[in-house]
């Protein structure tokens, strides 16, 4: 999968390329419906990348089933593929996560994950591309 150069993007442009929904949520922060998105179920092994520049993210061998309806990893497959932002929104205080390519939104990290990080990178399945090994 190719990664697209995005530092001279604009969020016109953003608007163009991305469907309806992967603006909504990958440039405007937005969360998909729980138990929605089609990589919540996915077991195939593989790799994820950004939905919005093709960036490598995570590997399936990171994916475990959280039952929080949103697909959950322990880990990025480098510290850079993933910023970290402190998100206040509605009330609460939270760690977002973004793209460390396009700064594309992807959902949110907490620390009630398994071994071996004890890490939960929940992703919205609309911010992800998949690609099979």
Known sequence: MTTTQTNSKSEQDWSKE???????VLRQCGTEPAFSGKYVNHHEDGTYYCAACGAKLFSSDTKFDSGSGWPSFFQAVADSSIV???DKSYGMS???IKCGNCKSH?????NDGPNPTGMRYCVNSVSLDFKKE
């Open 18 to 24: 991305l469907s309806p929904e992967q603006y909504r």
């Open 84 to 86: 970290e932002v402190l």
């Open 94 to 96: 939270r760690t977002e």
């Open 106 to 110: 992807l959902g949110h990290v907490f």
